[in-house]
């Protein structure tokens, strides 16, 4: 099984106790949809291996205190901190909500600006932590939408669009840094003498 396979649910951020559990951070809307979880597979030097879980405990909001089989002691715990946790996508359960969208569906999908009209395609989603934010490619540059309900409104599945309204000025902000880089172009229709 590949990324491409698989949603990241969230990662290792550190040890728990000195018998090998350790804190996983859930990047998710509700954890508490999480607290069943029997295995899961941490990316482990570039490779997806499963780890089966013996006890997870949800912890102050998206934290989970997880124990994991043939992991004991905090030298093979500590082996595991900053490995990405992830879950294949067909476990997803799908979303129906027009308002609602998992980050990695989006992707490819055309962005149609309430004003503009159709501006780009969606080529990745960067999950931050002050503030979620779409990669939209628009006249070959990137452009970073914020996720929030404000500016993206809609998702429209069979049509693989995103309807957003976007702050004014926004686009403005992208196009000017090539302007303020660009060198001003020589006037080739002067019709003046200069002698």
Do not use: W
């Not at 990316?43 to 997880?66: D, Q, T």
């Not at 996508?89 to 503009?116: N, S």
């Not at 995103?162 to 060198?183: F, H, Q, R, S, T």
């Amino acid at each position: 099984m590949t990324k491409d396979d698989c949603y990241q649910l969230g990662h290792i951020t550190k040890t728990h106790g000195v018998s090998g559990e350790l804190v996983l951070y859930l990047d998710v809307d509700n954890p508490a949809e999480y607290a069943d979880l029997e295995t899961v597979l941490l990316e482990v030097k570039g490779e997806l291996i499963p780890y089966f879980i013996e006890s997870i405990a949800i912890v102050k909001g998206s934290r989970a205190i997880v124990a994991f089989e043939d992991v004991d002691t905090i030298e093979q715990a500590e082996r595991l901190i900053n490995c990405g946790a992830y879950l294949p996508l067909d476990e997803l359960e799908p979303i129906t909500d027009e308002t609602r969208f998992y980050f990695h569906e989006i992707v490819g999908y055309q962005v149609v600006d309430a004003e503009a009209g159709e501006l780009g395609i969606v080529r990745g989603v960067y999950a931050m932590n002050a503030q979620d934010l779409i990669a939209m490619d628009y006249q070959g540059k990137e452009v970073l939408i914020p996720i929030n309900s404000d500016i993206v409104r809609t998702v429209n599945r069979e049509a693989r669009k995103l309807n957003v309204v976007l702050p004014a000025g926004l686009l403005d902000i992208y196009m000017e840094e090539d302007k303020a880089g660009a060198k001003p172009e020589a006037d080739d229709d002067d019709d003046t003498d200069e002698d």
